[in-house]
């Protein structure tokens, strides 16, 4: 197997490699067509519409009250508004159509720099690709076209700061120490020189970071200030405090605006009952 057929089976194989162009220019330029198409019709349907009002037809007046008389009168060959309605209808429907898809598309996950890579070395690599594309196909999954490229695996690995650490330092310092060892000898023939990492794995190991530094920096945080007695240090620390907890939040977690101003005002909270009590029993 070779060429295309190799690639395809690569991809479903190996769904992170399931990178495709969206074709996001051609895509927006045929939008545009059928919109000035359509727009043309508009202007054309009103043209008709005011004749018809100024004809002194009672018939033509009455089209646009009533939709059967205007199709019964087609027959008769009085068709143009009718006709130009259906058509207004089939371009709309393509139209509609289109927007839709772009919508989809225009949400769906770029590829990571390191699913791209991948690719990339799959693609030229003797045994693998062998560089069977040939002419202008040479630069479908090139760099340039990064921000057309999407996956159609979706986001495998989160997009925190910590998954992109684990999936990148830290994958590859992994990779180059023990990537050789451990290799399965009866691995077919598309998977030679290749070497997979489970995602559940990786996934776990970011969740238990993830959770271990949500633990940490809230108690830390409050460790500081019990060792701080100034109470206007204790309350700069607590503004402080408080918006690298809201930064942190919005950076290393992505949490959405609402669960961020909750989180945060609940941790402030927590740092003021904290201040309160210790400077209540220190006076005590």
């Known amino acids: ?55 002194g037809d009672a018939i033509r007046e009455s089209y646009t009250k009533d939709f059967r008389l205007m199709r ?36 769906a996950e770029s590829p990571s720099v390191r699913e791209l890579a991948f690719l990339q070395k799959w693609l030229i690599r003797p045994g693998m690709g062998d560089q069977f594309l040939n002419d202008v196909e040479r630069t479908t999954w090139d760099s340039s076209n990064a ?3 999407i996956s159609l695996s979706g986001a495998v690995q989160g997009k925190d700061h910590v998954s992109k650490f684990i999936y990148g330092v830290l994958l590859d310092f ?4 023990w990537g050789n060892t451990g290799v399965s000898s009866h691995e077919l023939h598309l998977d030679k020189g ?9 996934l776990w190991l970011s969740n238990t970071i993830n959770a271990a530094l949500s633990s940490l920096r809230p108690t830390v945080m409050i460790l500081v200030l019990y060792f701080v007695k100034r109470m206007l240090v204790r309350i700069g620390l607590v503004i402080v405090f408080t918006a690298i907890f809201s930064l942190a939040l919005s950076t290393f977690i992505k949490a959405t605006k609402i669960e961020n101003f909750s989180a945060t005002a609940a941790f402030a909270a927590v740092e003021v009952v904290f201040i309160g009590s210790t400077s209540t029993n220190s006076t005590a």
């Open 1 to 55: 197997m070779a060429g295309y057929p190799k690639l395809a089976q690569l991809m479903d194989r190996e769904p992170e490699t399931a990178i495709v162009r969206r074709f996001g220019r051609l895509n927006m330029l045929n939008i545009l067509r059928l919109q000035a198409e359509i727009q043309d019709m508009e202007r054309e349907l009103d043209q008709i519409l005011e004749e018809d009002a100024k004809s």
């Open 72 to 107: 019964d009168w087609r027959e008769a060959g009085d068709s143009e508004q009718y006709d130009l309605l259906v058509n207004i209808g089939s371009r709309l429907q393509e139209y509609n159509d289109f927007v839709s898809q772009d919508l989809v598309l225009s949400k």
């Open 174 to 177: 992994h990779h180059r120490i």
């Open 194 to 202: 290749i070497r997979k990492y489970r995602n559940t794995r990786l």
């Open 147 to 149: 921000p057309d490229l």
